[in-house]
């Protein structure tokens, strides 16, 4: 067992799920318009709050209807379900932090088999058309991505000396800086790498688990 607390955060879609969950629902859904968003998103002129709540917005589906159907579509990425049950044996605190809608983490995490895993995400609810959206990590600096992962994870630095961050993405790179370690794949390792942080490449959580069982310096010793 470690001698300093570790908390260790986990980005949502292609990341803790195989799969970017939000777009696979948008292809599966989504209506006229969803992709012209998708592309204003990735040429920065729309910011990844708006292009959610505008693209489903347009689905004509219900929240529950899409929690059903997204259970025969996305999975939780392969070792995820040993790394969990490995940060349970070993007191390490896991949580998920993302972007991504609540409903959908929720339904895969309850695919999975797990239970009791924190979930730092956004909350929607309403009817098709008119979903409301609500943002219980947003800072005022941070708006445009919906939730704040640096917030989360001040937060959590409250109850635990060392954090380790797993993720992927765009919405990832601030967190990464703050981070103590990273666990990092696609656009993620590119800025670990730049910025030289302590981080080491993963393709799946087995990968992690590994890691964790060996040992991460100044960070984690089991």
């Given at each position: 067992m470690?001698n300093?607390?570790?908390?260790i955060l ?8 195989q799969?970017?969950v939000?777009?696979t ?5 989504g ?12 040429n920065g002129?729309?910011?990844?709050r ?10 004509d589906?219900t929240i529950e ?7 025969g ?17 070993n007191?390490?605190?896991m949580?998920f932090?993302?972007?991504?809608l609540?409903?959908y ?10 239970k ?6 956004v ?8 979903l ?22 001040e ?6 000396s ?8 765009r ?20 800025h ?12 799946d ?12 310096p ?5």
């Amino acid at each position: 067992m470690t001698n300093d607390r570790l908390a260790i955060l986990v980005d949502f879609d292609d990341t803790a799920a195989q799969q970017n969950v939000a777009e696979t629902l948008l292809k599966a859904f989504g209506g006229s318009n969803w992709k012209g968003y998708r592309e204003d998103f990735r040429n920065g002129s729309m910011n990844l709050r708006h292009y959610q709540e505008k693209a489903f917005n347009e689905i004509d589906a219900t929240i529950e209807e899409m929690g059903e159907v997204i259970c025969g579509l996305a999975w939780m990425r392969p070792g995820f379900v040993d790394f969990n049950s490995y940060c349970q044996s070993n007191g390490i605190r896991m949580s998920f932090v993302t972007n991504g809608l609540r409903f959908y983490v929720d339904a895969l995490v309850h695919k999975a088999g797990l239970k009791n895993i924190p979930a730092y995400a956004v909350n929607v609810g309403g009817k098709p058309g008119n979903l409301q959206y609500s943002y219980p990590y947003a800072t005022k600096d941070c708006w445009e991505w919906g939730n704040c992962k640096c917030k989360v994870l001040e937060e959590h630095r409250e109850n635990a000396s060392k954090i380790v961050f797993v993720g992927d993405g765009r919405s990832d790179l601030c967190v990464s800086q703050h981070s103590d370690f990273v666990f990092a794949r696609s656009t993620l390792l590119e800025h670990c790498k730049n910025l030289n942080l302590a981080h080491q490449e993963f393709g799946d959580f087995y990968d992690v688990l590994a890691a964790l069982k060996i040992g991460i310096p100044n960070v984690w010793n089991p």
